[in-house]
């Protein structure tokens, strides 16, 4: 089992930034590909970047690229997505993910979810 808590979330004006943490624990989280997903109210939970597990490799969704940052401290246990430039349809709850692989993962295909940290951007 991997144990995943993010926290960083809050209320921000359009055009700020945060910083989201996840923390893992119960396996060894340099075997894990790790993900960030958000879900918007009234709709699907949708996938927003992935890393993989030594970090050497990420990817993003089309309407983050430019904006977010995806990176991870393996001596931390920790995954971070670093948003800047924020606009009002980032709004959402921010999932970080894990899968037991050395692949990249930019599907749902994960295993182990975190409970989400809530993520508001006024206009």
């Known amino acids: 089992q991997v144990q995943l808590v993010e926290s960083g979330g809050g209320l921000v004006q359009a055009g700020g930034s945060l910083r989201l943490s996840c923390a893992a624990s119960g396996r060894t989280f340099s075997n894990y590909a790790m993900g960030w997903f958000r879900q918007a109210p009234g709709k699907e939970r949708e996938f927003v970047a992935a890393i993989s597990w030594s970090g050497g490799i990420t990817y993003y969704v089309d309407s983050v690229k430019d904006r977010f940052t995806i990176s991870r401290s393996n001596a931390k246990n920790t995954v971070y997505l670093q948003m800047n430039s924020l606009k009002p349809e980032d709004t959402a709850v921010y999932y970080c993910?894990?899968?037991?692989?050395?692949?990249?993962?930019?599907?749902?295909?994960?295993?182990?979810w975190g409970q989400g940290t809530q993520v508001t951007v006024s206009s």
């Open positions: 993910a894990a899968k037991y692989t050395r692949m990249l993962v930019t599907t749902h295909a994960y295993d182990y």
